[in-house]
């Protein structure tokens, strides 16, 4: 019997333990059940892209496009049906992937904290779908303030009315007028840029590119900018060597006495032709010259050319930052000068500029659209500067549609795993990831979408300045500053100033000839 009273008690215990047991597994169980459940429903919302994004939403609804997106409408009696493979729109708004709400509307107007100021000049003639992606990228590794010399597509009125929105954008049209006042540039009374005028094509622009520099560097004077840089808008700059990723952090450790940087240019080096996105889908470079050593260089030249002209495909000379200073002048496209001193100048071992040139098919024909030269080996020798740029409007205008894309696969795109493979082992060809992941976050956070969404109801006019207003500021100060001869507009000899330039060049040894674009060294062997 005692044995008896002391069994049951722990017995009543032991029954008491179970059964909390099983209630808090059950509890467990069931919350996580839940959990899963209602992360297995969010990732098939996902996949099957259900989740809200205002921007396809909006795209979608109210099909609202600017000029300069080429999307194409097909009507189907009362449906309409909207092909955006090539559209603005499909390349900036509508993603995969759900668009994160934190960056709508941000307008990235954090520059006015960031020292040193830096400055970006263009002139383009670029959609929406290579400008934007091209400005925010910049904006994030550091860029303060953007001068665009617009025209065509990206002087239409549905593509500016997106760019005057963004904070430290100014928008200059090329305007008669505009012209007018560029002719009384003194840059037409000296002799470093005169081998380039009156000729067509990739020298017209060369000279305007000269001009709009000439002009850019007197407004990033009053908006007391720091440093200064040309690009293209196919091009990005690539800060390499510094720990953020930022041209901030990399132009703030220039010694105080270099007056300009040049960073090298690497050349994108396309695996397909069917590239629609260059900056979201390109990740593979060549490198330059200038970072390899020359045993890799020369050793490695005939596999790298791939039976083209030169190294790279078009040039090789890289592109260049200028501090702001009094009696600054442009050097043509890719390189600065002074009017009083030969600047001190330096070369980054590590950062480059980006070069993403022919990425797509469709460059050859857009290339060969914007120049009138006949396709003949004499003709276009007037018209270009580069022997493959020559070699590219010769196919694009004389052959079929199926022969371009051949003459294409075969010069441009890098088919050949195994070389691949090789050049990337020797150092040749690297993979660059940073643009294409900032880009595609960009992208994916809607603030491509965004911007484009607000531009169709809020218009800001701050941002935008009139041709007249920029045309009399800035070369008022240029006249005050450095002095105007007057020219007529035209394509006839320009009426020389009294004083004889060729003995001013004599004279002056900072009257250099214009730097243009320059192929890479050639194999010696």
Not at 493 to 502: D, I, K, T
Request: aromatic content about 10%.
């Amino acid at each position: 019997m005692p044995s008896h009273h002391k069994h049951s008690p722990s017995s009543s215990s032991l029954s008491q333990t179970y059964s909390h047991n099983v209630f808090t597994t059950r509890i467990l169980f069931l919350l996580t059940l839940l959990l899963l459940s209602l992360a297995a429903f969010a990732f098939v919302l996902q996949w099957r892209g259900e989740i809200g994004d205002p921007t396809i939403r909006w795209s979608a609804l109210n099909r609202f496009e600017f000029h300069g997106m080429d999307a194409d409408h097909t009507s189907t009696s009362s449906k309409v049906t909207i092909r955006t493979s090539a559209s603005c729109v499909d390349i900036l708004g509508q993603s995969r992937s759900p668009s994160f709400p934190y960056f709508r509307d941000w307008k990235f107007d954090y520059e006015k904290d960031l020292k040193p100021k830096i400055c970006i000049t263009t002139s383009t003639s670029a959609g929406l779908e290579q400008i934007l992606p091209w400005i925010y990228y910049h904006k994030v590794i550091g860029v303060t303030n953007f001068l665009l010399f617009v025209e065509g597509k990206a002087a239409t009125p549905g593509v500016f009315k997106v760019l005057e929105s963004i904070p430290r954008v100014k928008l200059i049209h090329r305007t008669q007028e505009l012209e007018e006042q560029q002719a009384k540039s003194r840059i037409w009374n000296e002799t470093w840029l005169s081998s380039f005028f009156y000729k067509p094509c990739n020298y017209e622009l060369f000279v305007k590119q000269s001009l709009n520099m000439e002009m850019a560097i007197v407004m990033a004077k009053e908006s007391h900018m720091e440093w200064i840089i040309h690009l293209d808008t196919d091009e990005l700059i690539h800060p390499a060597g510094t720990r953020e990723y930022s041209l901030t952090q990399l132009l703030l450790d220039v010694p105080e006495n270099v007056d300009m940087v040049v960073f090298p240019n690497y050349e994108s080096s396309v695996e397909r032709d069917d590239i629609q996105e260059p900056f979201s889908e390109v990740s593979l470079f060549k490198k330059n010259f200038d970072h390899l050593t020359k045993e890799t260089y020369f050793g490695n030249y005939k596999e790298s050319t791939r039976g083209n002209p030169n190294y790279f495909l078009t040039y090789g000379n890289g592109k260049s930052a200028a501090r702001v200073q009094n009696h600054l002048r442009p050097n043509g496209a890719h390189r600065w000068h002074n009017y009083r001193k030969t600047p001190n100048e330096i070369k980054f071992e590590e950062a480059a500029v980006l070069h993403y040139t022919y990425t797509k098919f469709s460059d050859l024909t857009s290339r060969r659209d914007r120049c009138g030269c006949k396709p003949t080996k004499e003709e276009v020798k007037r018209c270009f500067m580069l022997e493959f740029d020559r070699a590219a409007f010769i196919i694009a205008s004389t052959a079929t549609e199926d022969e371009m894309l051949n003459w294409y696969r075969e010069h441009v795109v890098w088919m050949d795993n195994d070389l691949k493979k090789k050049l990337m082992k020797k150092g040749i060809l690297t993979r660059i990831y940073a643009p294409m992941v900032i880009i595609q976050g960009l992208r994916e956070a809607g603030v491509f979408g965004s911007l484009i969404e607000s531009a169709q109801t809020t218009l800001s006019k701050a941002t935008l300045l009139s041709s007249n207003e920029i045309i009399s500021t800035s070369l008022n100060t240029i006249d005050a500053t450095e002095g105007i001869s007057s020219r007529k507009v035209g394509r006839k000899e320009p009426h020389m100033a009294v004083r004889n330039v060729l003995q001013a060049a004599a004279t002056d040894t900072t009257y250099l000839l214009a730097v243009p674009p320059l192929p890479s060294p050639v194999n010696q062997g």
